[in-house]
């Protein structure tokens, strides 16, 4: 489904909210009680120092989450809470190559999946309060 050339995301349809951070530029962390998540950015290869910040990016992080016990095949790793776990996004039920708008915590223990917000705005609006 995703593939490391070019790698900047754009392959990745439903992720442009996040690219957009809330529409306050990039946002690189979101908080939903109990954690605290860190958003993987889009990889940017302008320049050196842009590369070297980006190269964590959607695709790479994505490709090496797969290789985890109990990751789902089809998710797409947009962040992480610094113990493991995933904020991911799911392709949507009644089309498997375009992503869902719903935003799920990957629990790396268990293997659960909760949804944490329907879509980027719900997101958006608990950070604003």
């Not at 529409?23 to 998540?37: E, K, R, S």
């Amino acid at each position: 489904m995703i593939e490391q050339s070019g790698g900047s995301g754009d392959n990745l349809p439903g992720v442009e909210p996040h690219r957009e951070g809330c529409g306050h530029g990039h946002l690189a962390a979101w908080q939903t009680p109990p954690d605290a998540w860190e958003l993987y950015p889009f990889l940017d290869s302008s320049d050196r120092k842009r590369l070297a910040r980006t190269c964590n990016d959607i695709v790479r992080e994505t490709a090496h989450a797969r290789g985890w016990r109990g990751f789902l095949p089809p998710a797409i790793a947009i962040g992480h809470n610094g113990g493991g776990d995933k904020f991911i996004l799911l392709p949507s039920e009644g089309n498997p190559t375009v992503l869902s708008e719903a935003i799920f915590w990957w629990d790396h223990e268990t293997g659960e999946v909760i949804q944490v917000a329907e879509d980027f705005d719900e997101l958006c609006e608990r950070q604003e309060r």
